[in-house]
């Protein structure tokens, strides 16, 4: 009497260690992403501060330069800071290039705390501010404030972080 046996056995993964390694490549994938998204933020807030020193000596230079009264304003409820000379106000234009000036988007990671609204003139010739003028910023994330303190007289600006 001969018996036939099965001598041949299947290996295969079972459905509980294919979903487990399924899980392990989902965590190593993601990974990535979340810190890419948390780079990005640091860029946007980077971007910005760098944007708003710039246009804040754009339109220093512009009222000793050019003789045009020029304001900055900061307005925390469309959440963007928006500077100003003769030519952009919308009663008068003008032929400088300069000021064609465009809205600076405030990042989500930082918030304005003072009033709804700030605005800040620097006076034509000399490009002081036309009051002693102090800027902070705040980041949500961090306990980190941006301070900018605009002299009078010598139209600079000192940053602080604290």
Known sequence: ??????????????????????????????????????????????????????????????????????TLTVDRGNRMVTFATIGTDGKTGSDFEEDSFSEIIIPEAIYFKTATKARFTFIAQSGSPSSLSHVSFYRKDKPITVSYQIQMGSARFEKTVE
């Open 1 to 70: 009497m001969i018996i036939w046996r099965n001598t041949q056995t299947h290996r295969a993964f079972t459905l509980v260690e294919t979903l487990l390694v399924l899980a392990v490549i989902s965590c190593f994938s993601l990974l990535p992403v979340l810190a890419v998204k948390r780079w990005q933020e640091e860029l946007a807030v980077a971007h910005f501060f760098s944007r708003f020193e710039k246009m804040l000596l754009v339109s220093q230079q512009i009222a000793i330069i050019e003789k045009y009264k020029t």
